[in-house]
């Protein structure tokens, strides 16, 4: 399989419990976030994203929250399930990059039976 | 349906050849990237075009190079001065520059032997 998301923080969880994934981004100028889900072998897939202007965002079984004082980004994954073993990983749009995505190394998250 | 092709999926190259990978987008989007994935990195910008016929370096454009002739296309060649070309390269379009997420393609896994 794919090498993408060797030596990444793994997350592992069991089936049907609450997941928490973790992101700190650079820049405290950043006005756009977004949270990617990768599985193994096939390209990023929007998950969800946000403002920051806001603080929370939910979608379906996700929650994204904004913490811009501490510069962190959270993901929160209800209920998990083991179609959610994937790599996560988050992206901002900082001012100062010449408006181009950072995005940060990833999460392995592992769902366990 | 709409989306991103990227092609070929892997791809397997002697050192000191060029190779071209394919993107190709029905999007309709103005703009499109070439990133490069290593394990345990987050995306590095390799060149990205906001329109036809014009396109602009990213972080790691040294021994890469583009083209953008139509809309829909924006091939990535790996040349043979790029001295680690071994990587997961991924293709991604948005509707404008940094409006939104970014839309990605399967990616090509290139092995340089």
Redesign the interface.
Known sequence: G???????PTLSVQEGDNSIINCAYSNSASD?F?W?KQES??????II?IRSNMDKRQGQRVTVLLNKTVKHLSLQIAATQPGDSAVY?C?E?PEDYG????????TRLSVLP | DGG?T?SPKYLFRKEGQNVTLSCEQNLNHDAMYW?R?????????IY?SQIVNDFQK?DIAEGYSVSREKKESFPLTVTSAQKNPTA?Y?C?SSIL??T????????S?LTVL
Do not use: C
């Not at chain 1, 072998?41 to 929007?46: E, L, M, R, T, Y």
């Open positions: 794919e090498s993408v998301g060797l030596h990444l756009y977004i990617y072998g096939k390209g990023p897939q929007f994203d990983f992206a749009i408006q181009n995505f950072v995005f940060g190394p990833g | 991103i990227q990133y994935q290593d394990p345990g990195q987050g995306l590095r910008l990205y990213g997961f991924l991604a520059k940094n939104g997420e970014l839309f990605f393609g399967e990616g896994r």
